[in-house]
């Protein structure tokens, strides 16, 4: 039997020993809750480390958070007025696109993304969240919310068909030999 390199590790991934993760422990837990990748894609994540122990935060998602929250005080703060509100929902609908589409070609294309890129796209995103809430209109809230969600899970199928797929010829392959 030859060793070939895994096909299912991605350049910018680590290849780990089986048992690095499969502690299941609270630390474990809170810090997939944080970063949301196992160990061998840390390097998705913004590393911040105190007294020797190291803590990782999604890159995009401290973006999106970040934005969110600066949106909200800037906007609550300066009295903003943002009229007319469909202008300010669909200029937030494309300019917070930039994320999905980032992360959508990562996920479902060879493309890789920096997380400089990760984190900008997500600050935008992020703040155009808060231009969203601060609007107050539920329908808007809504459409937004469901766009997220069906391109998730879109992205999510798509990869679980491919995964399946690449079982299928592997197993064909196997019998063959």
Request: hydrophobic share 45%; glycine share 10%; net charge negative.
């Amino acid at each position: 039997m030859t060793t070939e390199p895994d096909s299912s590790i991605r350049p910018d991934e680590l290849k780990l020993d089986s048992d690095a993760f499969s502690g299941g422990g609270i630390l474990e837990t809170l810090s997939m809750l944080l970063s949301h990748h196992p160990p061998s894609q840390y390097g998705h994540c913004l590393r911040v480390s105190f007294r020797g122990h190291s803590v990782y935060f999604c890159g995009r998602c401290s973006g999106i958070y970040s934005g969110l929250g600066l949106g909200l005080i800037s906007l609550f703060i300066s009295n903003f007025v943002l009229e007319p509100d469909w202008f300010w929902f669909m200029i937030s609908l494309a300019v917070g696109f930039a994320t999905v589409v980032d992360w959508v070609s990562q996920r479902l294309t060879p493309r890789k993304t920096t997380n400089f890129v990760r984190a900008i796209t997500g600050f935008l995103s992020g703040f155009c969240l808060a231009i969203i809430f601060f609007l107050g209109n539920l329908w808007y809230m809504l459409v937004a919310l469901v766009i997220m969600g069906v391109t998730v899970g879109g992205v999510g199928f798509i990869e679980n068909r491919r995964i399946s797929r690449e079982r299928a010829i592997l197993e064909a392959e196997e019998i063959e030999s």
